[in-house]
């Protein structure tokens, strides 16, 4: 349940044209897609344990889908998006440059 591969699960796994579409326009935005994943080389344990816990709120998105309960995967999923943008002063690392980010 790594990048692409989830995001390529969850277009899959819902048959969703709204969910593909949100996706295609995410992947667009600065600092948003998968694949533009930024780390800081000076603290590589914390970048190391803010990445097991996107992981584990992808594993969370992925239960509740299983559970249908869609409005906890919704939920789960905007915060896993802003991960980047919130949740690096959590872990001690200096998140500023996500904070000027645009956000969707």
């Given amino acids: 349940m790594n990048g692409p591969n989830f ?28 694949d533009s ?10 970048e190391y344990q803010k990445l ?7 594993r969370l998105v992925f239960d509740a889908l299983l559970r249908r309960v ?12 802003d991960i980047g943008g919130c949740c690096g002063a959590f872990f001690g690392l200096d998140d500023s440059a ?3 980010a645009p956000r969707a």
Wanted: net charge positive.
């Fill in 7 to 34: 995001v390529a699960f969850m277009v899959q796994a819902t048959d969703s044209r709204v969910i593909a579409d949100a996706i295609a326009r995410n992947n667009h935005l600065p600092f948003a897609s998968a």
């Fill in 37 to 46: 994943i930024t780390v800081q080389k000076n603290a590589l344990q914390r």
């Fill in 52 to 58: 097991r816990f996107a992981q584990l709120q992808r």
């Fill in 70 to 81: 869609g409005a906890r995967a919704e939920a789960l999923m905007r915060e896993h998006a």
């Fill in 98 to 100: 996500a904070s000027t």
